[in-house]
């Protein structure tokens, strides 16, 4: 048995570069797994008869739980192929006379439970990693819901394989169906489009986070066949898992606020439903209008033209007359007042957006007048 744990190292150590690749430590491991293997064969040859028992596979558990992930399936059948060629080329000596075919089909029959015990062994692993990585996946989806970001969390992603950005959050509802089937096909999708996909299920809703997508709507595109019926909503993108959260609120708000937009596009992106979520009580929603729509026109004639025209149902000739002005004047301050903003107050869902960004900004400034006073 010593001769041949010897050769069959000797072996491993010619043919096989990634043994020779292991740290001294695993090349010792490998080596006295490989040693108690031909124990037990020997000792389960022993045994007279045809009927031997099913062989023992116990020696694989000589070998430490990390060597497992040092060492691939692939590789643990490249080592029981070295054994076998090493014993079959000894067979002639270590055969009684005429019993070569007998130690032969006894091999055959050994390999053959060995190389079903080790697919055993590491379909067991790569289920209790699969539950592992799911609890870690799920940490992960609540946390940037909540938005608890700390070193943990980038540790627990990067035990996840997570690299890639920019980093995108969809929210949307759950299809039917067990939710692991749900994230198990999302997982899939990522590792077949070339993307860090996370997803969680949270009752009905199912967040999926995206990483490494060209851009927002790339994102969108890959994984909206994966919910259920109703809206789906496009969070910012941002720059890393560090700012996930921002886009994650962005997008859960904006589900919330979906009803309010019946006729949505879908997906649609939370930025286009900014009026539904500040009349939601979503307060970036109401930061973000204040800040886009009222602070850019405050203090400007172009602040009094909005209001007009708006108020008149956006009648051209009826905001000029109340304003004194002619309507290429009224024309003139629309055009700007779409440069500053990004909303075009001629469009509906525009003037709406406008209309809720100029009763935001009115109330925002009432209440600091309302302090400053008491």
Do not use: C
């Not at 014993?87 to 002639?92: I, P």
């Not at 270590?94 to 075919?101: F, M, Q, S, V």
């Amino acid at each position: 048995m010593g001769s041949l744990g010897t050769a069959a190292m000797a072996r491993m150590d010619e043919q096989l570069p990634w043994f020779r690749a292991l740290s001294a430590e695993d090349r010792s491991w490998v080596g006295l797994v490989a040693q108690a293997g031909i124990a037990a064969f020997v000792e389960w040859f022993s045994t007279a008869g045809e009927d031997r028992p099913t062989p023992s596979i116990e020696f694989f558990g000589t070998a430490p739980r990390e060597l497992k992930r040092s060492i691939s399936l692939q590789q643990t059948v490249d080592i029981v192929r070295v054994v076998v060629e090493v014993v079959e080329a000894q067979t002639d000596e270590l055969a009684a006379p005429g019993g070569e075919d007998q130690l032969q089909q006894a091999m055959l029959r050994y390999t053959r439970d060995v190389a079903f015990a080790a697919a055993h062994v590491y379909a067991r692993e790569a289920e209790a990693r699969g539950s592992w990585d799911a609890r870690l996946e799920a940490l992960i989806v609540d946390a940037l819901v909540r938005g608890e970001v700390d070193d943990g969390l980038h540790s627990w992603a990067a035990a996840l394989g997570w690299t890639s950005s920019p980093v995108v959050v969809i929210a949307g509802h759950a299809p039917e169906g067990d939710p692991r089937a749900v994230i198990d096909g999302l997982r899939e999708r990522g590792r077949r489009i070339g993307m860090d996909l996370l997803a969680g299920v949270q009752a009905d809703r199912l967040i999926v986070i995206v990483g490494g997508a060209e851009s927002v709507n790339d994102a969108a595109r890959q994984v909206v066949a994966r919910f259920g019926m109703g809206p789906i909503v496009v969070g910012p993108e941002v720059p890393d898992l560090h700012a996930a959260p921002r886009s994650a609120r962005a997008a859960l708000a904006g589900l919330k606020a979906s009803a309010g937009w019946p006729d949505a596009p879908r997906p649609v992106h939370a930025e286009d439903l900014l009026a539904e979520r500040a009349l939601d009580g979503d307060e970036d929603a109401r930061e973000q209008l204040i800040e886009n729509v009222y602070l850019p026109l405050a203090g400007t004639p172009l602040l009094d033209t909005l209001a007009t025209y708006l108020e008149q149902g956006t009648s051209l000739e009826a905001t000029a007359r109340l304003l004194f002005v002619h309507p290429n004047t009224v024309r003139y301050r629309l055009k700007k007042i779409t440069e500053l903003t990004g909303y075009q107050p001629t469009e509906g869902r525009s003037a709406f957006t406008l209309q809720v960004g100029l009763i935001l900004g009115r109330l925002a400034e009432t209440a600091v007048t309302w302090r400053a006073l008491t």
